[in-house]
C-alpha cells in the first residue's frame, strides 16, 4: 500500500524539487539535479499507482473526465504548508505521476541570477516580454518573482493564466488576479482568458504558456491593444524564440506577423539551470533587449540566427546579454568548471568562449 504522505514529507525534508512515482520502481526524487530513489520505501506495483490516483484526484468528476479522455492531467495539490504541480500520464496502460514540489516563499529576485534589466523593462506601459527556457530551466519562478516585483512595486491590475496555479499571490501595491486554464476551471484555453482580459481592465497579462497560434494572437492583439504581456515558451535561445514565434504562422502570414513582432516585442530573457561546483543550481542567462536593430533583423524576409545572437552580444549597453558573456561571467567566478561552460555552445563558439574569459580575466585583474 502507498504511502503518499510519507513520501511527500520525505521530499520535503530532504529539499527535492520533483517526485517520480512510477510502476515497477521505488519512489524517486530529483534533488538537484540528480535522481535519487527513497530507499526505505517499496517497489510500487499496479495497484499503488490506482491508489495514487485516487488521492490525487479525490473524485473531481471534471479531472478525472480529462484524463480518461485525453490520457494526460494537470492539475495543482496542497499538502501540508505547500503546493504540488500534479501532472498524470500514462506508461504501459497504468497511471504514472510526476509531482513538481513548489516552495512556499518565492526568493527574492535579485537572488535568482536574472539580470536587473528584465525587471525594470516590467516599467513598460505595453508591449509582449517573453521568459524562455527548456523544461526544468526556472521559467514559472522567474515569471513569479517579476509579478512580485511588480507586486510590491507598481499600482497595476495583473491578469495570470496558469495551468495549474502555483505561487498564490497576495494584491499589494497592486491587485492579482490568477486564473486556472483548463476543463472545469477558471478559464477554458490560454487563449480564451487572454481574449477576455481585454475586457478586465487589465495593466498586464501573464500568460503561462504560449503554445499554439490562437494564443500568440491574442497576445499580439492584447500588446497592441495598450497592454503589457508578458509570456514563457519552451526554447532554448533568443534567436530560436523569435523563429518559433514566426512559425507558428502560416508562410503567407509571416511576413506581417514579422512587422508586428518587431514592434511589440520588448525583451525575451533565455535561461538555463546548471548545477554549479557548490552543489547548487546557477542561473544563465541570454538575455535579449529589442532594439531598433534587432527589430529590424526581424523584419527581414530570412531570419538569420546568426545575425541575432551578434546583435545581442554587441548591444550590452542597452542591457543584452550574451550567452557566451554569461557562461564566461560564470566561470571567471568559479561558479561552473570549464567542461560545463563548453558543453553549454556549439563547437564553432568555443574560440570566441575562450577570447570572452581572456577579456574577463584581465579586465578584473586576474
Known amino acids: 500500500m502507498i504511502d503518499i504522505n510519507k513520501i511527500l514529507e520525505i521530499a520535503k525534508k530532504r529539499d527535492a524539487s520533483d517526485v517520480h512515482l512510477i510502476c515497477g520502481l521505488k519512489p524517486i526524487l530529483r534533488i538537484i539535479r540528480d535522481l535519487v530513489p527513497i530507499d526505505e520505501m517499496d517497489v510500487l506495483v499496479e495497484s499503488d499507482m490506482s491508489e495514487a490516483y485516487d488521492y490525487f484526484v479525490r473524485g473531481n468528476l471534471d479531472k478525472d473526465a480529462v484524463f480518461r479522455e485525453t490520457r494526460k492531467l494537470d492539475a495543482s495539490f496542497e499538502f501540508e ?76 491590475k495583473i ?41 478586465e481592465d487589465c495593466d498586464i497579462v501573464v500568460v503561462g504558456e504560449i503554445r499554439d497560434r490562437e494564443t500568440m494572437d491574442a497576445a499580439i492583439e492584447t500588446a497592441e491593444s495598450g497592454h503589457l504581456v508578458i509570456g514563457t515558451l519552451h526554447t532554448k535561445s533568443c534567436a530560436e524564440t523569435i523563429d518559433r514565434m514566426i512559425n507558428f504562422y502560416d508562410i503567407s502570414d509571416q511576413q506581417s506577423v514579422k512587422f508586428l513582432i518587431a514592434s511589440l516585442l520588448k525583451l525575451v530573457v533565455s535561461q538555463r539551470l546548471l548545477k554549479g561546483k557548490n552543489g547548487k543550481l546557477v542561473l544563465v542567462p541570454e538575455v535579449m533587449v529589442v532594439d531598433n536593430i534587432v527589430a529590424g533583423i526581424i523584419r527581414k524576409e530570412k531570419i538569420s540566427v546568426s545575425e541575432i545572437e551578434d546583435a545581442i ?48 580575466k584581465i579586465k578584473r585583474g586576474n
Open 81 to 156: 504548508d505547500i503546493r504540488l504541480r500534479v501532472n498524470i500520464s500514462y506508461a504501459d496502460d497504468v497511471p504514472l505521476f510526476t509531482l513538481r514540489l513548489i516552495k512556499n516563499t518565492l526568493p527574492k529576485y535579485e537572488d535568482l541570477g536574472v539580470p536587473d534589466i528584465v525587471r525594470r523593462m516590467t516599467y513598460q506601459p505595453q508591449g509582449l516580454m517573453l521568459v524562455t527556457g527548456k523544461t526544468n530551466s526556472g521559467k514559472t519562478t522567474t515569471l513569479n518573482a517579476l509579478v512580485n516585483d511588480i507586486n510590491e512595486h507598481q499600482n497595476r
Open 159 to 199: 491578469l495570470t493564466l496558469e495551468n495549474p496555479v502555483e505561487f498564490k499571490h497576495t494584491s499589494k501595491k497592486s491587485i492579482i488576479v490568477q486564473k486556472e486554464v483548463g476543463r472545469g476551471r477558471d478559464s477554458l484555453s490560454f487563449s480564451d482568458g487572454v481574449k477576455n482580459s481585454l475586457r
Open 313 to 360: 552580444q554587441s548591444n550590452s549597453e542597452k542591457g543584452s546579454i550574451g550567452l557566451i558573456n554569461s557562461i564566461a561571467e560564470l566561470f571567471v567566478d568559479d561558479k561552473i568548471t570549464l567542461e560545463q561552460a563548453k558543453a553549454q555552445i556549439e563547437e564553432k563558439n568555443i574560440e570566441t568562449l575562450n577570447r570572452t574569459i581572456m577579456q574577463l
